[in-house]
């Protein structure tokens, strides 16, 4: 499996040269970029496919490869609310995700399919998302790009038997699971979901997590939390997956650049390499 970095775990801001080479210079194999509003660092909703080549090329050029993009777009337009005009902005961002997957040759797009609130149902969330996200899965056939929903915090795939209803429901081959690690502890065990998600799971995100906290601020970085990585690991030995582990965490208040160097160390751990 490779070591994988989420653009996230540097502070917002983070000049793009130097998220690539602190990641480098840490040991990481791949990293996964975010697709974010005009003005954002890096991909944004205004990257022209040349912008995007010469992206992957300065990605290249630091030893790097792109695992995957994720975005802060559906957190603002989810593709479940009940306007119409908001979905039809959620679905725009896959759309350029899609596209910029497609030019930087990655093979994976993160999804959020939607959330639970106040004026939106499960029923609702389960129908809209569906509903927008079938066509933009028509457009990638014959690609080799997935779009992977993944399981957080948004009251919805509670389980992984729904997670797994959920994707089959498309019937594609493009459609597949990107399986967090962390955000299953306050519910369930992660090694269960790995074993019944199994070949739906095209990538993963790795955090921890203390369960006593129990809330947002339970979060905490690899290894410091509740997770059996012990047990994560064979799972995913079970399963066959080789692809990447991706470090989804939030930057350190002080000497930032830190985290990185302390996660690639961590990864070592519960890829079962000895880092000292």
């Known amino acids: 499996m490779k070591k994988g970095i989420n653009q996230w775990c540097f502070p917002p801001g983070t000049p793009l040269s130097?998220?690539?080479?602190?990641?480098?210079?840490?040991?990481?194999?791949?990293?996964?970029?975010?697709?974010?509003?005009?003005?954002?660092?890096?991909?944004?909703?205004?990257t022209t496919p040349e912008d995007a080549k010469a992206l992957g090329r300065l990605v290249r050029s630091y030893g790097l490869t792109i695992s995957s993009l994720s975005t802060e777009m559906l957190g603002k337009y989810p593709l479940s609310s009940p306007d119409k005009e908001t979905r039809s902005l959620g679905v725009e961002s896959?759309?350029?995700?899609?596209?910029?997957?497609?030019?930087?040759?990655?093979?994976?797009?993160?999804?959020v399919p939607g959330r639970i609130e106040e004026n939106v149902s499960y029923e609702e969330v389960w129908e809209r998302s569906t509903m927008a996200l079938q066509p933009l899965i028509d457009d990638i056939a014959g690609t080799p790009l997935s779009i992977a929903i993944e399981n957080v915090w948004n009251q919805f795939l509670w389980s992984p038997l729904e997670m797994a209803r959920y994707i089959d429901q498309f019937e594609s081959e493009h459609v597949g699971?990107?399986?967090?690690?962390?955000?299953?502890?306050?519910?369930?065990?992660p090694e269960h979901w790995i074993r019944t998600l199994g070949s739906r799971i095209r990538k993963i995100h790795v955090k921890d997590f203390r369960t006593k906290v129990g809330n947002y601020h339970g979060?905490?970085?690899?290894?410091?939390?509740?997770?059996?990585?012990?047990?994560?690991?064979?799972?995913?030995s079970d399963i066959g997956y080789r692809d990447s582990l991706t470090a989804e965490l939030e930057p350190y208040a002080s000497f930032p650049d830190q985290l990185i160097f302390d996660t690639s160390r961590h990864l070592d751990v519960i890829l079962g390499k000895n880092p000292y």
Request: charged share 20%; net charge negative; hydrophobic share 50%.
């Open 177 to 189: 699971a990107y399986f967090d690690v962390g955000n299953t502890l306050a519910f369930g065990r």
């Open 94 to 111: 896959v759309r350029k995700q899609i596209e910029l997957a497609l030019e930087l040759e990655v093979d994976t797009i993160l999804v």
């Open 219 to 236: 979060f905490v970085p690899l290894l410091s939390g509740d997770v059996d990585w012990l047990n994560v690991r064979l799972a995913l």
């Open 18 to 46: 130097k998220v690539l080479r602190t990641s480098s210079a840490a040991g990481f194999d791949t990293i996964e970029l975010n697709l974010y509003a005009p003005g954002g660092v890096g991909l944004t909703m205004d």
